[in-house]
């Protein structure tokens, strides 16, 4: 009778998978975390919009569209700009044009990189130096899209405390359209017959806003 013993053919399991289970567990802890931080996020998305504010609203233009700013010259000078009935984020009717009121019309986008470094200087700007008396800043929110940066315009603006009021244009910018825009962000001066007297395309500094306030105005040299 043999004494020998039968030696043991049982190994251990490789070590990829002993570790499987944990795996699983990491990666299911890794797509609750997930779940939980679109929850709060959307939540977060949701709450930025107060009830009854919408960031694009019905418009309506009448008169004939500003043609294009041109490089040296700009052919819209002296031209009646469109008249445009809408309304701000939360219902307040806003018009440009047809009113008589002289005013300087600024056209701002929310994703525009352009727009987020004007907003806050100029924002900055007419804290210590606000509109003239007899010259309105109105401000056109245009090209609102919820999937571009920066969103919702309704929240950036107020956030960066900028004043006078703001006409949220629709959703195919049609106000924008109307009066001719290349380019963001966008100024356009109108005197008190209603007619263009001076348009900048792009970042301005502080006096040059000053100087479409004042052509605005009629007192500019």
């Given at each position: 009778?043999?004494?020998?013993?039968?030696?043991?053919?049982?190994?251990?399991?490789?070590?990829s998978?002993?570790r499987?289970?944990w795996?699983?567990?990491a990666l299911?802890?890794?797509?609750?975390?997930?779940?939980?931080v679109?929850?709060f996020?959307?939540?977060?998305?949701?709450?930025?919009?107060a009830?009854?504010?919408?960031e694009?609203r019905?418009?309506e233009?009448?008169g004939?569209?500003?043609?294009?700013?041109?490089?040296?010259?700009?052919p819209?000078?002296g031209q009646?700009?469109?008249?445009v009935?809408?309304?701000s984020f939360?219902?307040?009717p806003?018009?440009?044009?047809?009113?008589?009121?002289?005013?300087v019309?600024?056209?701002?986008?929310?994703w525009c990189?352009?727009?987020?470094?004007?907003?806050?200087l100029?924002s900055?700007?007419?804290?210590?130096?606000?509109?003239?008396?007899?010259?309105?800043?109105?401000?056109?929110?245009t090209?609102t899209?919820?999937?571009r940066?920066?969103?919702?315009?309704?929240a950036w603006?107020?956030?960066?405390?900028?004043p006078?009021q703001?006409?949220?244009?629709?959703?195919?910018g049609?106000?924008?359209?109307?009066?001719?825009?290349?380019?963001?962000?966008?100024?356009?001066a109108?005197?008190?017959a209603?007619?263009?007297?001076g348009?900048m395309?792009?970042e301005?500094?502080t006096?040059?806003f000053?100087?479409?306030t004042?052509?605005?105005?009629?007192t500019?040299?």
């Amino acid at each position: 009778m043999s004494n020998a013993r039968t030696k043991s053919t049982h190994r251990p399991p490789p070590a990829s998978r002993r570790r499987a289970p944990w795996l699983w567990i990491a990666l299911g802890a890794v797509v609750v975390l997930a779940a939980v931080v679109a929850v709060f996020a959307s939540r977060e998305s949701e709450s930025t919009t107060a009830a009854g504010v919408e960031e694009t609203r019905s418009v309506e233009v009448t008169g004939t569209a500003l043609a294009p700013l041109a490089d040296g010259t700009d052919p819209a000078l002296g031209q009646p700009v469109p008249v445009v009935r809408g309304a701000s984020f939360d219902g307040t009717p806003v018009a440009i044009g047809g009113s008589g009121e002289r005013m300087v019309v600024a056209f701002v986008a929310h994703w525009c990189p352009h727009c987020q470094l004007e907003v806050p200087l100029l924002s900055a700007h007419l804290a210590d130096n606000p509109m003239p008396a007899g010259v309105d800043l109105v401000t056109v929110a245009t090209s609102t899209t919820a999937t571009r940066p920066n969103y919702p315009p309704s929240a950036w603006l107020e956030r960066e405390a900028w004043p006078g009021q703001v006409l949220a244009d629709d959703d195919d910018g049609t106000t924008a359209q109307a009066f001719g825009l290349t380019g963001l962000p966008h100024f356009v001066a109108v005197d008190a017959a209603g007619e263009v007297v001076g348009r900048m395309s792009g970042e301005i500094t502080t006096e040059q806003f000053d100087q479409l306030t004042a052509l605005a105005l009629g007192t500019a040299e």
